[in-house]
């Protein structure tokens, strides 16, 4: 594919993903361009077409992507999506503007101790596990009120709002509304749900963010 149609092509998805979202909500949610996995034309030509929020499911491979980019686009908005390790809680608050995957109170320490040191302080979402899938990161929906109270009170953070991944077998729309219905019982104001296949029915259920990767860029496989 020449570098004209690849432009082309994801600038004509990202604007019909933007026009479908705006139509499902009257406040249309974040659209965040999940850029895991793709090659560096995909990503220059997002950019080009304007999107500036993006999502990385790694610590490393959003270095990779977005160190050396961060001069050229000082309005970037990066946010993580994948599981993290303590160990790499200093590396990914010096990276990210949004950590939407805390899930435990040992991850909360950590996050605390690399924003003391990195003096950056990330937005955070906990991750809620809504279909309580054994192999699934997150905490189960009756531990959110624990983890939160540890996150503010012991650790001395700020949690922004949640984000769930609903079972790839079921209906998401449950699962969505489960998910508003938790952060309206904490007060807490963002929503990351919604992904490919359901970002307009999030739309639909409140999502403040919705996460993005196939319908924007093309099969990551075939990328
Ligand atoms: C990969 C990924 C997405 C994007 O998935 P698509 O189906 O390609 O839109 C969204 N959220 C998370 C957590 C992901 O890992």
């Not at 270095?63 to 994948?82: C, M, N």
């Not at 605390?112 to 309580?132: F, H, S, W, Y």
């Amino acid at each position: 594919m020449t570098t004209d149609s690849l432009n082309q092509d994801i600038a004509n998805r990202r604007a019909g993903i933007l026009a479908a979202l705006a139509a499902a909500s009257a406040s249309a949610p974040e659209l965040i361009a999940v850029s895991k996995s793709q090659p560096d034309a995909a990503i220059e030509a997002i950019l080009a077409a304007g999107q500036r929020v993006f999502g990385e499911n790694r610590v490393q491979e959003a270095q990779a992507h977005w160190e050396s980019r961060r001069e050229a686009y000082p309005d970037l908005v990066l946010h993580l999506i994948g599981p993290l390790q303590t160990n790499k809680a200093a590396d990914a608050v010096r990276l990210f503007d949004v950590i939407q995957t805390l899930d435990r109170e040992k991850l909360a320490d950590a996050l605390a101790a690399a924003m003391d040191k990195e003096e950056r302080r990330p937005q955070l979402l906990i991750q809620v596990n809504t279909g309580e899938e054994p192999q699934k990161a997150g905490v189960i929906p009756s531990k959110v009120g624990d983890l939160l109270r540890y996150a503010r009170e012991q650790a001395g953070l700020e949690v922004a709002g949640l984000m769930c991944i609903p079972p790839a077998d079921e209906p998401a729309g449950p699962h969505f509304a489960l998910l508003k219905k938790i952060a309206r019982d904490y007060g807490l104001g963002l929503l990351s749900m919604g992904m490919s296949g359901d970002y307009e029915l999030a739309a639909r259920y409140g999502a403040t963010h919705v996460r993005v990767g196939t319908a924007l860029f093309g099969d990551r496989s075939a990328a």
